[in-house]
């Protein structure tokens, strides 16, 4: 489909990605004006019928569902005979993309995303569907932080007859339950819980519970093999989260939770308790402050009643001075313990920040050692505790929060370009290697863009990578500004620029740049002294000019070279350089031995001359 393309209220405006069953355009409402993704059936697909049946299935389960955390249809039809459906458009990323580029995400975090999952998959089982294909690449987190359901391509829909035979296996081997591995007939809504489980797993640990080299050997091991637990990945993860995931990993169904409802409850909990377990030692301070504020008063009046019940001329005796010295004392004493109390039990807020300050420090001493693995395991854990300080801090907190994770992204970013670089001795190798397509090439042009980014000035490890990226490219680029620079390829002078000027922007303070910059502007200055001299050319009629004897000589070196009288051109381009010695310029030439006017011309003699003899 064409940009532009009107389908009843919709208006195409690009293509965003084509799979199995059907190609997806970003379009606008013409009414609304709200962007939505427009599904149409691929064309071959047209004769099947039962490819055709599954394709409207989907939208008839979307029509189903209305739910803040489920992707929301828009309007189906048909358009050209094909079958399409509109649904509303994500502005977000999915979470296979977040876990691709974060490794793994705090408990927190998941616990969270969980929520909104549970709560999405129990209005979709409550409407007696089953999703069938729960994985990290069909949630969509938007910029607010709602997770969205999509993608209900294999769903099915319990009321209606089954567009897959009996003991069909469908789904993503990775996420898939023991009885959908089987291929049983009569699975029901645990499928999704034991999916959801997997899913929970790789977001925290960073892996999934089972790996393997093939389809079939991942189906054996959800079949048989018992899961780890995710504690032993991830320690910091609390044992009744631990427990849960667990529970849903179990291969009997019937030992799993009751429905996803209940899963939801269970994270809220846990959520719960670990935001309670923060202030539980504030709330214990501030009882021990009461308890001691209230006996100190006890304790006062005790004293004044005393004092009250002393005779009013009775004489301070000793016993009685040490008495009153004693409960002085001990008032003092009880004061200093809960102080110390206090401070002990008191929550530090700079408490979390330090710990992470502290875990960057010593990834940052492993990495610098050269124990990459060492530090990067010390620097995920260090990531978590600094993005949920940026996100729930203070504002000072959490900009040193941001300080610091920028600067374990940079020392990532240093790794992986280090890593594609390692054996490539120029910048050629190079681009050979991005030309293949794979995933480490596309990732290495990502990350080139990522390095220059100016939230990345200042940063150490960000330095270490342009340096390294200097050595290669600058010295390729110099060769091809060379290269593009000879006269007898004007055509090329503008993207001898191009480079020229990215070299200026990217490179400007490097040092292999500033070495060079002389010849830059030689380089520069020559071609635009040759496009000048040919731009004048064009438009000046060639015998108008026959007065002025080192034009009309270079007229004739050009009309030479159009003929292909080599040495004639020679000749002509040889006798304009002489002009930089007045001694050897003809004697009718010497009253333009000021040649400041024409030095373009003898820029474009020299260059002629140097092509020539090299032919």
């Not at 004006?33 to 019928?49: R, S």
């Not at 923060?278 to 304790?299: F, G, I």
């Not at 390829?489 to 990217?506: C, G, I, N, S, V």
């Amino acid at each position: 489909m064409q940009a532009g393309l009107q389908i009843g209220p919709l208006t195409i405006e690009k293509e965003l990605g084509s799979g199995a069953m059907g190609t997806v355009y970003l379009a606008r409402h013409t009414d609304t004006g709200a962007k939505v993704a427009v599904k149409v059936m691929l064309a071959g697909l047209g004769t099947n019928p039962k490819a055709q049946a599954r394709f409207e299935r989907e939208a008839d389960v979307l029509k189903q569902l209305r739910h803040p955390n489920v992707v929301r249809l828009v309007a189906s039809g048909r358009y050209q005979g094909k079958p399409f459906y509109a649904m509303e458009f994500i502005e977000g990323e999915s979470l296979d993309k977040i876990l691709e580029r974060r490794g793994k995400l705090s408990w927190q975090e998941v616990a969270e995303i969980g929520k909104q999952v549970c709560a999405a998959l129990q209005h979709v089982h409550d409407k007696g569907i089953l999703h069938r294909d729960l994985k990290p690449s069909n949630i969509m987190i938007t910029s607010s932080g709602l997770a969205k359901l999509t993608d209900f391509g294999i769903a099915k829909d319990l009321d209606r007859t089954a567009l897959t035979s009996a003991n069909y296996t469908v789904g993503t081997a990775a996420y898939m339950s023991p009885e959908q591995c089987r291929g049983d007939s009569d699975i029901d809504h645990r499928t999704d819980l034991y999916s959801l489980g997997v899913m929970l797993f790789e977001l925290i640990a960073g892996r999934r519970p089972f790996e393997a080299d093939s389809p079939v050997q991942m189906l054996m091991k959800h079949l048989k093999a018992k899961p780890p637990r995710l504690s032993e990945f991830a320690p910091d993860v609390p044992a009744e989260l631990d427990t849960l995931i667990d529970q849903l990993l179990e291969k009997k169904r019937e030992h799993r939770p009751r429905d996803a409802r209940t899963v939801g409850q269970t994270l809220e909990r846990i959520l719960q308790n670990y935001r309670e377990g923060k202030s539980l030692a504030a709330d214990a301070a501030k009882e021990v402050k009461s308890t001691s504020a209230e006996e100190d008063k006890s304790a006062a009046r005790a004293l004044l009643l005393t004092r009250e019940r002393k005779p009013t001329k009775r004489r301070w005796t000793r016993k009685y001075k040490e008495k009153i010295f004693l409960g002085a004392g001990l008032s003092v004493l009880l004061l200093f313990i809960v102080g110390l109390v206090v401070y002990v039990l008191w929550p530090d807020p700079n408490k979390a920040l330090r710990e992470a300050i502290a875990l960057y420090e010593r990834g940052e001493a492993a990495f610098k050692a050269g124990r990459t693995n060492e530090a990067m395991s010390i620097w995920y854990d260090a990531l978590r505790k600094l993005e949920i300080i940026a996100i729930t801090d203070d504002q000072e907190r959490a900009s040193q929060a941001k300080e610091y994770r920028k600067r374990i992204e940079s020392a990532i970013l240093l790794n992986r370009l280090q890593g594609f670089l390692e054996g490539k001795e120029n910048w050629e190798a190079v681009l050979r290697a991005t030309e293949t397509g794979s995933r480490a090439a596309n990732q290495f042009r990502k990350d080139v863009e990522r390095i220059w980014d100016q939230e990345f000035d200042n940063t150490e490890f960000a330095e270490q990578a342009r340096q390294l990226l200097a050595k290669l490219e600058v010295p390729w680029l110099l060769s091809e500004v060379r290269r593009l620079a000879d006269v007898q390829q004007p055509k090329t002078w503008k993207e001898a620029r191009d480079k020229m000027d990215y070299l200026q922007k990217r490179y400007g303070q490097f040092p292999e740049y500033v070495e060079a910059k002389p010849e830059l502007e030689k380089i520069h200055l020559r071609l635009d002294t040759h496009q000048y001299a040919l731009d004048w050319l064009q438009r000046t009629k060639p015998r108008d000019v026959h007065s002025h004897p080192v034009i009309e000589t270079a007229l004739q070196a050009l009309e030479c070279e159009q003929g292909t009288d080599w040495n004639g051109a020679q000749e002509r381009w040889a006798k304009i350089v002489s002009l930089r010695q007045t001694k050897t310029a003809p004697e009718e030439w010497r009253r333009y031995v000021r040649v400041s006017d024409l030095e373009g011309w003898i820029l474009l003699a020299e260059a002629k001359l140097k092509a020539l003899e090299s032919k």
